[in-house]
C-alpha cells in the first residue's frame, strides 16, 4: 500500500483502549480482485474481546456525562479527518473489499454523513412533562443513553455500517466495540486511527479483528457490561446472534437480509426505470441488501424494457475496482463468484434464458458479470433467495393485485421499488407493500436523514434519521411528588 498518502492509516492490529493491540497471531487479508494479500492482520485474542468490553465500560459514565454538544464537536472533527483522507480512504476499501475506487469514495463520503447528521441531532433528544391526574404530582420523561454497545458490521460497506450505527451510538452516550467482518478490516481500524485524533478519549471506540466470529460474537452478545447489540448481516447469523443476546436481555437491532422487488407499470416512465435499476445493481457489484433482486416488468412492456436495458448494460466494463474506466468491480471473493453463478445454472434448468452475459462454465476468480435472464417466473428459486450479485431477473405480470401479492410472497421485507405515473397507485402500491423502505419512481432511498430498517425477516430497528438515536437511548420515567 504504498500508494496512500497516509500510510499511517493501514493497522495491523486491534484498538482497544486507546492502544494498538498485538497478538502474535495473525491472519491474512486478501486483495479479491486480484487474490493477492495485502497485509497480515493480529488475530484478536478472547482475553482482548474481553479487555475492550472492560475498556468501555470504564470509559462509558465520563463519555455519558460529556455533554451532547461536546460530543457532537468530536464526531466532526472526526468527519473532516474522514473527508480530508478520502481518498487513501477509498483506496484501502477497493483494496479489501473489490468495489471501485467510485463506489468506494461514495461510500467514504456517505459514512461520514452519518458523523455529520448525528453530531448535530444528538442535541434534540427531547423528553417531556405529563401532567398528572394527581394535581400533587408531575412525571418527567428523560432520555439516557442505554450503555456499551456491541455492534458486527459486514464486509459489504466497512465504513458506513460502522459509521451509522457508531455515529448514533457515541452520539447518544454510549462507548461503542464493534468486530468488523475478517474480509474488511483494515477500513475499521483506519476509522479509529482517525477517530483518536478526532480526540476520542480511550476506551470510547474500540475495533476487534478476527476470523474467529463465533467467539468474538459470543463475547458481543452474552457479556454482562453490553447493553446494546446491534448487528447487519445475514438473516441465519442475525437468529443466532438474538438468542445469544436474549440470555442477557440486551437491547438489539438487526438489519437482516432483503429480497427486495423492483415494479415496472405500464404507465412508467422506462428510461428512468431502466436508470434508477442500473444504478441500484451496478452499486457495489449487486452485494447491497437493497439491491433490486426481483424485477417485475408489465407484459405491455415488457419488450421495450428489456431492450433498453440490454442496451444500457451491454457496454459496461468490469475490472479490478483501481482501474477507474471500469465500472463495476468483483464480488467478495471466489466462492461468492462460485454462489451466484450456481443460481444462475440453477435458473437455467427452470427455464430462464440469457439475454447478456452469464458463463458457460464455473468461475475461476471473484468476478461475475452483469447478467440478465428473462423467462424467469415467480416462485422460481432465484426469486426466494438474495442474489448478491450482478444479476438481474425479469419476470412479467398484467395486474397490479397480483403482483404486488408476489413482491410480498417472501420472508424478507428490507426494501422495495416501484415506478409508475399514477398517483392513486403511487398511494395504494406503497401502502400495500410489506417493507420497510419503499422507493417510489427512485431507487436512492439510503441517506443519513432517511429511516434505514427492515420488517419481518429482515429484522428491527432503525438507523440514520432522527429515529436511529432511539435504538441507542432509554426512557425514564419520574413522578415528583409535590406534598
Known amino acids: ?54 475498556a468501555a465500560d470504564a470509559a462509558q459514565t465520563k463519555w455519558q456525562n ?31 473489499q473489490g468495489k471501485t475506487l467510485t463506489d468506494a469514495k461514495g461510500e467514504v463520503l456517505y459514512g461520514k454523513s452519518f458523523f455529520d447528521w448525528f453530531a448535530e441531532e444528538a442535541k434534540r433528544v427531547y423528553g417531556d412533562t405529563i401532567i398528572n391526574h394527581e394535581a400533587d404530582k408531575q412525571i418527567q420523561v428523560i432520555k439516557q443513553p442505554v450503555g456499551v454497545v456491541g455492534a458486527i458490521t459486514p464486509w459489504n460497506f466497512p465504513n458506513a455500517m460502522i459509521t451509522r450505527k457508531a455515529g448514533a451510538a457515541l452520539a447518544a452516550g454510549c462507548c461503542f466495540v464493534v468486530k468488523p467482518a475478517a474480509e474488511t478490516p483494515l477500513s475499521a481500524l483506519a ?25 468474538i460474537g459470543k463475547e458481543l ?16 447469523v442475525g437468529k443466532l446472534l438474538s438468542q445469544q443476546c436474549a440470555s442477557s436481555v440486551k437491547k ?10 423492483f415494479i415496472v407499470f405500464d404507465d412508467a416512465n422506462i428510461d ?37 436495458l440490454v442496451l444500457a448494460l451491454n457496454n459496461v466494463k468490469q475490472g479490478n475496482g483501481e482501474d477507474k474506466s471500469n465500472k463495476i468491480g468483483c464480488l467478495i471473493h471466489h466462492q461468492a463468484a462460485k454462489n451466484v453463478h450456481a443460481m444462475v445454472e440453477q435458473a437455467k434448468q427452470q427455464g430462464a434464458r440469457v439475454e447478456l452475459g452469464g458463463l458457460t462454465e464455473e468461475p475461476s476468480a471473484s468476478f461475475y458479470p452483469l447478467t440478465i435472464l428473462t423467462n424467469v417466473k415467480h416462485g422460481d428459486d432465484i426469486t426466494r433467495q438474495e442474489i448478491f450479485g450482478p444479476v438481474l431477473t425479469l419476470i412479467s405480470f398484467d395486474d397490479e393485485q397480483t403482483v404486488v401479492q408476489q413482491a410480498n410472497d417472501t420472508e424478507f421485507g428490507l426494501a ?25 419512481n427512485e431507487a436512492a432511498i439510503s441517506s443519513a436523514m432517511s429511516p434505514f430498517g427492515g420488517v419481518k425477516h429482515s429484522g428491527f430497528g432503525k438507523e440514520g434519521s432522527k429515529y436511529g438515536l432511539d435504538d441507542y437511548l432509554t426512557v425514564k420515567a419520574i413522578t415528583l411528588g409535590y406534598k
Not at 498518502?5 to 491474512?28: A, D, M
Not at 477517530?195 to 478476527?210: R, S
Not at 438489539?252 to 422487488?261: D, F, K, Q, R
Not at 422495495?416 to 417510489?440: C, K, P, W
Request: charged residues 20%; glycine residues 6%.
Open 272 to 308: 428512468l426505470a431502466v436508470d434508477a435499476l442500473c444504478n441500484a445493481k451496478l452499486r457495489n457489484c449487486g452485494q447491497t441488501c437493497i439491491s433490486p433482486n426481483r424485477i417485475y416488468v408489465h407484459q405491455a412492456i415488457f419488450s421495450e424494457f428489456k431492450e433498453k
Open 66 to 96: 460529556m455533554t451532547s454538544v461536546k460530543r457532537g464537536e468530536i464526531l466532526q472533527k472526526w468527519s473532516a479527518l474522514i473527508f480530508e483522507h478520502r481518498n487513501d480512504l477509498a483506496l484501502i476499501m477497493t483494496r479489501e
Open 416 to 440: 422495495a421499488y416501484f415506478f409508475t405515473d399514477n398517483i392513486h397507485r403511487v398511494h395504494r402500491v406503497s401502502t400495500q407493500l410489506e417493507y420497510g423502505m419503499v422507493g417510489v
Open 221 to 236: 452478545t452474552t457479556h454482562p457490561l453490553i447493553k446494546k447489540f446491534t448487528f447487519t448481516g445475514s438473516t441465519k
Open 252 to 261: 438489539v437491532s438487526m438489519e437482516l437480509g432483503g429480497n427486495a422487488p
Open 191 to 215: 476509522l479509529a486511527y482517525l477517530g483518536q485524533k478526532a480526540g476520542l478519549p480511550d476506551g470510547v471506540f474500540n475495533v476487534v479483528v478476527g476470523e474467529d466470529a463465533k467467539t
Open 1 to 54: 500500500m504504498t500508494e496512500l498518502k497516509h500510510p499511517e492509516l493501514l493497522r495491523s492490529c486491534s484498538f482497544i483502549n486507546g492502544k494498538w493491540q498485538n497478538s502474535g497471531q495473525q491472519f491474512r487479508v486478501l486483495n479479491p480482485a486480484t487474490d493477492k494479500e495485502i497485509i497480515q492482520v493480529d488475530e484478536v485474542t478472547h482475553q482482548q474481546v474481553i479487555d475492550a468490553i472492560k
